[in-house]
């Protein structure tokens, strides 16, 4: 078997395996309690005057920072689902009505998890918000100040990598999750010695990009063992975005097609269900279009017309009014067979999508996501405070374990419970930076942050 479905009772339904579970999760709580414990004794810095934050968000990293795509899709979504939950899934971690209410300076719509908590904590603390778009190629400039539209925080899904935590200020974590993959129908064919190879799709500048020679080779013999087939029929592809992906895994053309996609797993399941949900969409549109043609056309017949220029001559029937906008320089309406046509391609689509792509629960690696800031923030101390009394909410708690379901693994609970519990410790008199604040930014990161394969950091 290539994917496991399978859930480990001990663990308590985890998303990680038992192995992953008992060792790499509790490792990285040691490795929470020693950072923590450093960054939140050295004390509150003073504020700066400026009450407005600037908020990086991405649009495609949903359940954890997204945009809204267009007005009337939430609005579709609103007559499908009183809760606003997203239609292809009813337990998928989607924006509540209340958690649409993040307009950025462009008019756009941004929703998620680490969004929420951004915007909660600008409330707290009373200030102003402006939301930047960032994206995999630029956030980390934005953030250091080394491009246009410099960030306050970043909060999107980004993993806390010992290169981001050198270059940056790190939160407290905000989650933890598991790079895992999506498998296309009719892989089965592919593994072991059948013919062919198998092309693994991955978003470039993430922590699924296996941008070196090394990172390949990691990734070929994981897959290797995972799927009992040899390293060299692996190949690679880059995928502009998660959306992209998932239509990668369903295409026909083998110039466009993928296997496999890597990903961190919440992501790929909002990828999917937000295809099947568009998928749904556009079905529904075209059911409505042949219905109305129908409609038009069965009136045509029983109406004949009654002018005494026309008489005798049946009203116009949907092909005439076709060739009459065609005569006219309009776009030409689809035909009665093209809507017949395109209902059955997406007919077949939402199977596939449906029935045909597997989220896999086997791990690759452990992600543990942060709000990262400018280093020498003058809002890390502030943060943290609220973050652990965010994470003490048991409301909070419920509400997210509800929404993520089996991705709020049992492993976050516990580095929920640890990172409650440290103490704030005494304050303590020194500079936290040994720098300016106002230098920070062009001290503490390298003009190659952005681009090392190490730095890789988010999905």
Not at 316 to 328: H, L, Y
Not at 446 to 459: C, E, G, H, L, R
Request: with cysteine.
């Amino acid at each position: 078997m290539y994917y496991s479905t399978a859930i480990c009772k001990s663990c308590r339904g985890s998303v990680m395996n038992c192995y992953s579970l008992n060792v790499r999760s509790f490792t990285l709580v040691a490795v929470v309690l020693s950072v923590i414990i450093i960054v939140q004794t050295l004390g509150p810095p003073a504020f700066a005057q400026n009450k407005t934050l600037r908020i990086g968000v991405r649009a495609d990293a949903a359940p954890f920072s997204a945009r809204w795509e267009r007005d009337e899709d939430i609005e579709s979504d609103r007559k499908r689902s009183a809760a606003g939950i997203d239609p292809a899934d009813p337990n998928a971690a989607n924006p509540t009505e209340g958690e649409r209410d993040g307009i950025g300076e462009n008019g756009s719509q941004y929703y998620g998890y680490s969004v929420e908590l951004c915007l909660d904590f600008a409330r707290t603390e009373g200030y102003d918000v402006e939301f930047e778009p960032v994206d995999p190629s630029n956030r980390f400039d934005k953030l250091a100040g080394t491009s246009e539209n410099r960030i306050d925080i970043l909060c999107g899904a980004t993993t806390a990598t010992l290169n981001v935590m050198k270059y940056f200020d790190v939160s407290l974590y905000t989650f933890l999750t598991a790079t895992s993959y999506l498998v296309a129908p009719g892989i089965e064919k592919k593994i072991g010695s059948g013919p062919g190879s198998i092309t693994i799709g991955f978003r470039e500048k993430t922590t699924a990009d296996p941008t070196d020679k090394v990172g390949r080779d990691d990734l070929r013999q994981r897959f290797a063992t995972l799927l009992k087939t040899p390293t060299g029929k692996f190949r690679f592809k880059k995928k502009a975005s998660h959306d992209d992906a998932v239509s990668a895994l369903i295409s026909g053309d083998p110039n466009k097609h993928i296997d496999l996609y890597v990903a961190d797993r919440p992501i790929l399941v909002s990828a999917l269900n937000r295809e099947i949900a568009r998928t749904l969409r556009a079905l529904e549109n075209l059911e409505n279009k042949l219905a109305k043609q129908e409609k038009a056309d069965e009136g045509a017949k029983n109406q004949p017309s009654t002018d005494p220029q026309t008489a005798g001559v049946d009203a116009k029937s949907g092909s005439d009014i076709r060739d009459d906008a065609e005569r006219e320089g309009q776009k030409q309406p689809m035909s009665k067979e093209e809507v017949e046509k395109a209902i059955a391609e997406k007919e077949q689509r939402l199977r596939l999508l449906k029935e045909g792509v597997v989220v896999s629960t086997d791990v690759l690696h452990i992600q543990p996501y942060a709000l990262v800031l400018p280093k020498c923030s003058e809002h890390l101390f502030r943060l943290n405070h609220f973050l652990a009394e965010r994470f003490r909410s048991a409301e909070f708690v419920e509400k997210w374990k509800a929404r993520f379901g089996y991705d709020f693994d049992v492993a976050m609970e516990k580095i929920i419970e640890f990172q409650t519990s440290i103490p704030v410790g005494a304050s303590i008199d020194v500079e936290r930076c040994t720098w300016p604040a106002s230098q920070a930014a062009s001290k503490a990161q390298p003009k190659s942050v952005a681009t090392s394969p190490a730095d890789t950091a988010s999905q």
